[in-house]
């Protein structure tokens, strides 16, 4: 199984950025998908997690409203679509699948991508 995460990149306070994962290995059209991000010292953090057919999405607090999770399942993909970004959005940008999604921004997925990083400039 692998989740390739792409999109990230060097953007403006108040910008805007698309982040894409693709997924291979299995088929994950049943599964939770979500990113998560991390920021240089500090943990990993949710960011957004999407059901299945994509009618159910968390987001945490920061994000709301800026951000939107979004998936193609016929290409086994998830998206992020970022937007007034700010300084504190800097990280590294993980995205996830599978696993329990216990709502609340409790997401516990099973599988982990390699990381993308998002730089906001002030």
Same mark, same amino acid.
């Given at each position: 199984?692998?989740?390739?995460?792409?999109? #990230?990149?060097?953007? !403006?306070?108040? /910008?805007?950025? *698309?982040?894409?994962? =693709?997924?291979? +290995?299995?088929?994950?059209?049943?599964?939770?998908? #979500?990113?998560?991000? !991390?920021?240089? /010292?500090?943990? *990993?953090?949710?960011? =957004?997690?999407? +059901?299945?057919?994509?009618g159910t999405t968390?987001?945490?607090?920061?994000?709301?409203?800026?951000?939107?999770?979004?998936?193609?399942?016929?290409?086994?993909?998830?998206?992020?679509?970022?937007?007034?970004?700010?300084?504190?959005?800097?990280?590294?940008?993980?995205?996830?699948?599978?696993?329990?999604?216990?709502?609340g921004g409790v997401y516990?997925?099973?599988?982990?991508?390699?990381?993308?990083?998002?730089?906001?400039?002030?």
């Amino acid at each position: 199984v692998q989740l390739q995460a792409s999109g #990230g990149g060097l953007v !403006q306070t108040g /910008g805007s950025l *698309r982040l894409s994962c =693709a997924a291979s +290995g299995r088929t994950f059209s049943h599964f939770y998908m #979500g990113w998560f991000r !991390q920021a240089p /010292g500090k943990e *990993r953090e949710f960011v =957004a997690v999407i +059901g299945w057919s994509g009618g159910t999405t968390n987001y945490r607090d920061s994000v709301k409203g800026r951000f939107t999770i979004s998936r193609d399942n016929d290409k086994n993909t998830v998206y992020l679509r970022m937007n007034s970004l700010k300084p504190e959005d800097t990280a590294i940008y993980y995205c996830a699948a599978g696993g329990a999604n216990y709502g609340g921004g409790v997401y516990s997925p099973e599988y982990w991508g390699q990381g993308t990083l998002v730089t906001v400039s002030s």
